[in-house]
């Protein structure tokens, strides 16, 4: 039976498109998708109900599908989180738990776990943030991205366990919907552009954040999976970069396309969250040690989110 790759949180804003270029890179049937709920899109390939928390039948789905690599998106992001800290840290570091046991006992032999700027906190410096820096998370989401960072650097040095991490910055993608973050604003403002021509921001005009358009972050997951394993120099979590804006310069961006676009500013308690987080991130170690670049520009990004989004929306009427 031929080896197949497993993802873990397949129906979420990540997984959604993770599974699709998967696919096509190794084919529909060897891509395993699996969530707890239905997925969103209609699927290609085979598609599991998995419950991540549930060790046993984790175990079940990759004995079945013979899985020797394993995607691990499954979480709860940071606004989410907050709202309910002790399932977020179940969640987010027992779902890592089980998969890592799994390498530990050569069940499988590889592990994609995202990690997130999340792992910053206040005292980090915010301009350019290097690789090795203070680590002081504020939120739940972050406090459990932190510890599962150091958990994978203690399985790699314990017991060699192959498992390989980023830190991602603020995901857009036009093909899901927002799952619960704090840099969710820069999706959901496209979608209020091209709805209402208006968006009320629950951050700040000024806020800046490293964010990263949905192709790219896609990019980064499979290049540093696919690179030698000699290349792979840090086991806790490479910083990403992709471009840094604040909801200002995407709404001037956006009145480029929707001249009448109008954005105002309510700011939550998301945004006490923003603001400790970094502004610019230093990814120069992605670069040097497995040739990462960013393709994004903010006025690329904006041109390729309208228009894909337009074509959606356009669909679903």
């Known amino acids: 039976m031929s080896k197949s790759i497993l993802v873990i949180g397949s129906s979420g804003q990540i997984g959604t498109e993770l599974v699709e270029e998967l696919r096509k ?6 891509v395993i998708a699996s969530d707890i709920k ?5 699927q290609t390939g085979p598609f599991e109900e998995l419950d991540i928390l549930n060790k046993e039948q984790l175990h079940a789905i990759i004995k079945k ?27 987010n570091m027992n779902s890592l738990f089980n998969v ?8 499988i032999d590889k592990i994609f776990w995202p990690s997130s700027i999340a792992v910053f ?18 939120t739940v989401y972050g406090i459990s991205k932190q ?8 399985y790699h040095n314990k017991y060699g366990v192959d ?4 830190r991602y910055p603020g995901l857009i993608g036009y093909k899901s919907l927002p799952g619960g973050g704090t840099t969710d604003y820069a999706v959901d403002i496209f979608h209020q552009a091209i709805k209402t021509n208006s968006y009320e921001c629950f951050l700040s005009e000024n806020t800046a954040l490293p964010m990263m358009y949905m192709s790219d972050a896609i990019k980064a997951t499979i290049q540093i999976m696919q690179s030698p394993k000699e290349n792979i120099k840090i086991w806790s979590s490479y910083n990403l970069s992709g471009i840094s804006f604040t909801p200002k310069e995407i709404a001037v961006e956006i009145k480029k396309h929707y001249p009448n676009f109008n954005i105002t500013y309510k700011p939550d308690f998301r945004q006490q969250i923003a603001d400790s987080w970094p502004q610019s991130i230093d990814d120069s170690r992605a670069k040097e040690d497995w040739n990462w670049k960013a393709n994004y520009t903010l006025e690329k990004m904006t041109n390729e989110m309208l228009k894909n989004l337009e074509q959606l929306l356009k669909q679903k009427i």
Not at 38 to 42: C, G, N, R, W
Not at 147 to 154: H, L, M, N, Q
Not at 163 to 166: A, L
Request: charged share 20%; with cysteine.
């Open 121 to 138: 906190g206040p005292t980090t410096p915010r301009q350019n943030t290097p690789q090795f820096t203070v680590m002081e998370p504020t």
């Open 25 to 30: 890179i190794y084919g529909n049937s060897h």
């Open 65 to 91: 599908h013979n899985v020797k690599e394993v995607y691990l998106l499954a979480a709860l992001l940071s606004a989410t989180a907050e709202k309910n800290p002790a399932f977020a840290w179940d969640l």
């Open 147 to 154: 510890a599962g960072e150091r958990w994978c650097e203690y």
């Open 38 to 42: 239905k997925p969103q899109v209609e």
């Open 163 to 166: 498992v390989r991490s980023i």
């Open 100 to 107: 890592l046991e799994l390498a530990k006992e050569k069940v």
